[in-house]
């Protein structure tokens, strides 16, 4: 099984940055597709940004230009790099990733979220 914890989540200003990371850790072959995931409250959870274990991105329109995916595949970590946060930036944000165990089966795992509040 793997696990998957988040950190960096907290309270900014309109216009600050903040990085979250999320580290994953547990027996697996490999990682494959690593994302994140946020849930405001009342609304239903959105993805933000996608990586390949190749390091191609996909980023959500909402915060294209905002907000960069990235990833370290030797320490099994994941990054989104938050830039120019605004109120609606606000949610609940869980890490997701693909994998796949000793006996090649595919599957996945969330994390537990981190909490982004952007206020003034």
């Known amino acids: 099984q793997v696990q998957l914890v988040e950190s960096g989540g907290g309270l900014v200003q309109p216009g600050e940055s903040l990085r979250l990371s999320c580290a994953a850790s547990g027996r697996f072959f490999s990682i494959n597709d690593m994302s994140w995931h946020r849930q405001a409250p009342g609304k239903e959870r959105e993805l933000v940004a996608v990586?390949?274990?190749?390091?191609?991105?996909t980023t959500a329109d909402s915060v294209k230009g905002r907000f960069t995916i990235s990833r370290d595949n030797a320490k099994n970590t994941v990054y989104l790099q938050m830039n120019s946060l605004q109120p609606e930036d606000t949610a609940v944000y869980f890490c997701?990733?693909?994998?796949?165990?000793?006996?090649?089966?595919?599957?996945?795992?969330w994390g537990q979220g981190t909490q982004v509040t952007v206020s003034s």
């Open positions: 990586i390949s274990s190749g390091g191609t991105t």
């Open positions: 997701h990733a693909y994998w796949v165990n000793y006996i090649l089966r595919s599957l996945s795992s």
